[in-house]
């Protein structure tokens, strides 16, 4: 078999493979033979059709068919291999007929879409800030306020006016151009002024209205609002309101943090326990904000094109794995992007961007790889496989016997690549 190859400067790959009369004959026999096996023929038993009488019978033109199939798959795939062509898709297949016609000489031309060449910028000393894990005494506040707020009464305000915090029971009646629109109608709807759910300008506009109030609120919805025909429009609301509550917050006492049902029992503990907690939270948070910055500036600094239709995979990927996460909650995809106020469409177009930087990222690292000969040692497993099993909460014996090491190689060496640049990385 004679390969030729050459490469353009769109990362394709046009391969010209040729095989001789006697190279193709094998595959014709083979596919022969099988044909053979497989044939039924008054008088004789199944299979043992006499080669030139089933040819005779049936013809030549399956036997080419199938051995022209069977040959190109097994050519194409083994000229791949030998040369090292490492391919990203279907290759688009012309083939030779007249000299196939004439010969029975296959020659084709296959091109192919490979994987980019990536030239890389600086990986390793990158600078990269990090933020702080500093805990405020203020967010100690806030999350033990939000405790206090999940354990409180609503109490009905008798006499006043609405204010900002309290919680208002209310119909709502909306209209765009003086037409009522879908979603813009409710009855006794309780909201708490001032937390931001409804358009700008609503809520502050209720405060001041005494029960059984009603008003007219004029407000437009932002640009971006989610429902298409409601964008930058201005509307009115009508709204009617029957009750004020206020929120009473339980006291913070030992009572109350064992009620909580956690593992501090007093409040001095309690306050020890919620620092703990957004340290862990903050830590967390700072360590893959300066993971995902690191490695968008490596990306950055490195030069490749990245490949629509290994994009294109990755966004299907993404795709699969939040229709399977609707299936989780009972949903179809549809319904759940419904939920979220966008259409499959939008949501295609919004993973989009995230998409082609899991492939740049996964492009240039495979590149660091190859430029600094990174391999996996034993003590790389089981460190890897401990961080596995401690973050899935599982035996890491049980996680070994699940994932051996053939399937998660590739993986653990990623992982490597990225804790070697931030090893060396220079935190500002």
């Known amino acids: 078999m004679n390969v030729n190859i050459e490469r353009s400067p769109e990362d394709k790959v046009l391969l010209t493979v040729e095989l001789t009369k006697k190279e193709f004959a094998f595959y014709y026999e083979e596919e022969l033979k099988k044909l053979m096996a497989k044939a039924e023929l008054k008088g004789f038993r199944k299979g043992k059709v006499p080669r030139e009488i089933y040819l005779k019978r049936f013809g030549e033109a399956q036997v080419y068919q199938n051995a022209l199939d069977s040959a190109l798959t097994a050519s194409y795939y083994q000229a791949v291999e030998d040369n090292k062509v490492q391919v990203i898709d279907e290759p688009k297949i012309d083939i030779d007929f ?72 209310f119909d709502f009646e909306g209209r765009v151009d003086g037409v009522l629109f879908e979603g813009g109608t409710a009855k006794n709807y309780s909201l ?99 993971e995902h910055d690191l490695l968008k500036k490596v990306c950055d600094d490195a030069k490749v094109n990245v490949p629509d239709v290994l994009v294109n995979r990755r966004v299907d990927s993404m795709l699969k794995q939040e229709e399977d996460r609707a ?36 492009l240039v690292i495979n590149k660091i790889i190859e430029q600094e000969q990174l391999s996996l040692s034993d003590e790389d497993y089981e460190y890897h496989y401990q961080e596995f099993a401690k973050m899935s909460n599982q035996d890491v014996e049980a996680v070994k016997k699940q994932y051996p090491k053939n399937q998660v190689a590739y993986h653990f060496l990623m992982l490597k690549t990225i804790e070697e640049m931030k090893k060396t990385a220079i935190i500002k």
């Not at 203020?138 to 999350?143: N, R």
């Not at 506009?205 to 429902?227: H, I, S, T």
């Open 327 to 362: 299936k989780a909650y009972g949903l179809t995809f549809e319904q759940l992007l419904k939920y979220q106020g966008m259409t499959k469409e939008q949501y295609q177009e919004m993973i989009k961007a995230p998409a082609r930087f899991d492939v740049l990222k996964e």
């Open 192 to 290: 708490e002024i001032g937390s931001g759910q409804f358009i700008p300008g609503f809520e502050e506009q209720m405060v001041g209205m005494k029960q059984e109030e009603e008003r007219d609120l004029k407000v437009k919805f932002p640009d971006d609002y989610q429902a298409e025909n409601l964008k930058g429009k201005e509307a009115v609301f009508k709204v009617k309101l029957h009750e004020i509550k206020k929120r009473v917050l339980p006291e913070l006492t030992d009572e109350f943090v064992v009620s909580l049902n956690i593992e501090p029992k007093t409040v001095n503990d309690y306050r020890t326990y919620q620092s703990d907690k957004i340290k862990t939270e903050k830590t967390e948070a700072s360590d893959n904000k300066f």
């Open 98 to 169: 007249e000299l196939f016609d004439k010969k029975k000489t296959l020659k084709y031309k296959a091109e192919v879409l490979v994987y980019p060449e990536v030239v890389l910028g600086k990986y390793f000393g990158v600078e990269v800030k990090k933020d702080s894990t500093e805990v405020e005494e203020s967010e100690v506040e806030a999350a033990i306020n939000r405790d206090l707020r999940s354990k409180s009464d609503l109490e009905l305000v008798e006499e006043g006016s609405l204010e900002l915090g309290h919680t208002a029971v």
